[in-house]
Nanobody, 117 residues
Framework: QVQLVESGGGLVQPGGSLRLSCAAS????????MGWYRQAPGKQRELVAS???????NYADSVKGRFTISRDNAKNTVYLQMNSLKPEDTAVYYC???????????WGQGTQVTVSS
């Protein structure tokens, strides 16, 4: 059974930091591209950062220089380090695992990040 379990969300003041984690199970983690997406109220889900297998990392322009995606294949976990958080970063953040060639696409349940004073 495939599972993606996000953690690390919460309430933080503007300028603060959070680190999101996504623990994966039920599939061969190392061969999947991993990514983080977010969805704010009334808006479409958007890509935050992705780490495709064997390809370069991609970031949304709005988070470049502030967010860092990383993965630990030994722990089957992907991370999103978020620094210098802004109120506009408030959203539900979702973890994604994707193996395009096999048509596999998995999502976590999401974790809320709220940036507010």
């Amino acid at each position: 059974q495939v599972q993606l379990v996000e953690s690390g969300g919460g309430l933080v003041q503007p300028g603060g930091s959070l680190r999101l984690s996504c623990a994966a199970s039920g599939f061969t983690f190392s061969i999947y591209g991993m990514g983080w997406y977010r969805q704010a109220p009334g808006k479409q889900r958007e890509l935050v950062a992705s780490m495709p297998s064997g390809r370069s990392i991609n970031y949304a322009d709005s988070v470049k220089g502030r967010f860092t995606i990383s993965r630990d294949n030994a722990k089957n976990t992907v991370y999103l380090q978020m620094n210098s958080l802004k109120p506009e970063d408030t959203a539900v953040y979702y973890c994604n695992a994707r193996w395009i060639a096999a048509g596999k696409d998995y999502w976590g349940q999401g974790t809320q990040v709220t940036v507010s004073s």
